[in-house]
T-cell receptor, first 111, second 114 residues
Framework: QKEVEQNSGPLSVPEGAIASLNCTYS??????FFWYRQYSGKSPELIMF????GDKEDGRFTAQLNKASQYVSLLIRDSQPSDSATYLC???????????FGKGNQVVVIP | DADVTQTPRNRITKTGKRIMLECSQT?????MYWYRQDPGLGLRLIYY???????NKGEISDGYSVSRQAQAKFSLSLESAIPNQTALYFC?????????????FGEGSRLTVL
């Protein structure tokens, strides 16, 4: 089993809708979780991080963490065309800021 | 100016050539990393360094070597490049007083091995 899994294929959402992305991880001892956004040909940039079970909101973005079920999700509310990008889930699986990344999910927001 | 700078940004080379990708940072972070990104495979860790005297292999270190010349500089070498090393390479840093575990990425170095 890969350490960090993002299994969904490309996600197309209409402008203004909610985009939902999911990520599962293998190491039950992982403590910190990150969502990065990456535009085509560009470097990943952090959207938000989450450490505790529950929800964390930042503007139109909400991260949800469930350590018992070993998943972390990202909701994008009121999706905008500028949200069209690949979203990478990253988990501090190895400790000491060594992140393992999922393969990413492409989101396309349709005007 | 970018806080994490990679050179070159693009490089085309031939099989068997030695290639060095350089990374410098002005963030004052002690931890530096090299990742490669391939379509469909995500980001994979090649090497990482927690200070000048600390170098560690990541999950895909074969065929690569690194040098931490100073706290701010971390270079990646391909001693004899091969076509399956064609990829987008990212340098990243982390650390600082407000260490959240976040990685800060350079702009990437696209390497093509013919």
């Amino acid at each position: 089993q890969k350490e960090v899994e993002q299994n969904s294929g490309p996600l197309s959402v209409p402008e203004g809708a909610i985009a939902s992305l999911n990520c599962t991880y293998s190491d039950r001892g992982s403590q910190s979780f990150f969502w990065y956004r990456q535009y085509s040909g560009k470097s990943p940039e952090l959207i938000m991080f989450i450490y505790s079970n529950g929800d964390k909101e930042d503007g139109r973005f909400t991260a949800q963490l469930n350590k018992a079920s070993q998943y972390v999700s990202l909701l994008i509310r009121d999706s905008q065309p500028s949200d069209s990008a690949t979203y990478l889930c990253a988990v501090n699986i190895y400790g000491n800021n060594r992140l393992a990344f999922g393969k990413g999910n492409q989101v396309v927001v349709i005007p | 100016d970018a806080d994490v700078t990679q050179t070159p940004r693009n490089r085309i080379t031939k099989t068997g050539k030695r290639i060095m990708l350089e990374c410098s940072q002005t963030k004052g972070h002690d931890r530096m990393y090299w990742y490669r990104q391939d379509p469909g495979l995500g980001l994979r860790l090649i090497y990482y360094s927690f200070d000048v005297k600390d170098i560690n292999k990541g999950e895909i270190s074969d065929g690569y070597s690194v040098s931490r010349q100073a706290q701010a500089k971390f270079s990646l070498s391909l001693e004899s490049a091969i076509p399956n090393q064609t990829a987008l390479y990212f340098c990243a840093t982390s650390g600082g007083h407000l260490n959240t575990g976040e990685l800060f990425f350079g702009e990437g170095s696209r390497l093509t091995v013919l």
